[in-house]
């Protein structure tokens, strides 16, 4: 299906090679930020409204570059796309409704006027449309390069970032530098493990190093209110009072 960005403000809208105005599942869904997995959600949807396949909307299979996967996109006309926004009676909802609306009385409005002008007029402001609509296109294309830019795992700086935040709170946790806990390999190692730990357990990641990019300021928020678990800070007190008696 060929479609060209026609509205790009709140949820990209598209226009057939028919002239059918319609969007897309995946986005309008992470637009009214549904707590529901996309795909629940719109068999959902669609069933309340419904919308029947074909004619208020279509589906198809699109592989993932990425991981080889094969996902389904839906492909859905504006009217069942604002029915939708509607069912999710809240004011995302009513806000992407009222842009589906606007959206329709737009283009409505300019096919009535593009009527009523001369063939030479028509061809001007249809020339004008199409720049505006490449422009819009644009400006999806690069918003989406960011999106994927921030999905993309820490990289090198925020590596460092990362990894300079836990030393900090780990010579914190110890006592300091001076502090004989600190100095005791082994427990030194337990903590900075346990600080890895807590943060691959917070994002659900297998290594820190998959954390998005986009969550690298959390990261170093959940570093700075780490505490130790008990029985790390017994440890730790123990040999640091045991360092203290030797000195007295």
Not at 51 to 61: P, S, Y
């Amino acid at each position: 299906m060929d479609l060209k960005v026609i509205e790009n403000e709140i949820v990209p809208v598209y226009e057939t090679d028919k002239g059918i105005k319609v969007v897309n599942g995946r986005e309008l869904h992470h637009i009214l930020q549904s707590g529901q997995d996309f795909s629940t959600w719109v068999k959902k949807r669609l069933a309340e409204c419904d919308a029947l396949e074909n004619e208020d909307f279509h589906r198809f299979h699109k592989k993932m570059e990425a991981n080889n996967a094969t996902i389904i996109e839906y492909i859905i006309k504006l009217d069942t796309a604002k029915e939708m926004a509607m069912l999710e009676r809240n004011e995302k909802g009513k806000q992407v409704r009222r842009y589906f609306i606007e959206v329709e009385k737009r283009y409505k409005r300019t096919s009535i006027e593009l009527n009523t002008m001369s063939p030479e007029l028509q061809a001007i402001i249809m020339h004008d449309h199409k720049i505006q609509q490449v422009e819009s296109k644009v400006d999806h294309v690069s918003q989406e390069l960011q999106d994927f830019k921030q999905d993309l795992p820490i990289l090198g700086i925020e590596i460092d970032r990362i990894t300079a935040a836990a030393k900090k709170k780990g010579v914190h946790c110890l006592g300091g530098k001076d502090s004989s806990a600190y100095h005791d390999k082994s427990l030194r190692t337990k903590v900075y493990s346990d600080i890895y730990r807590e943060l691959k357990r917070q994002f659900g990641v297998t290594t820190y190093k998959a954390i998005k990019r986009s969550q690298c300021e959390k990261a170093i928020d959940i570093i700075d209110a780490y505490e130790l678990p008990y029985v790390l800070l017994e440890q730790v007190q123990d040999s640091n009072a045991q360092m203290k008696m030797e000195v007295m």
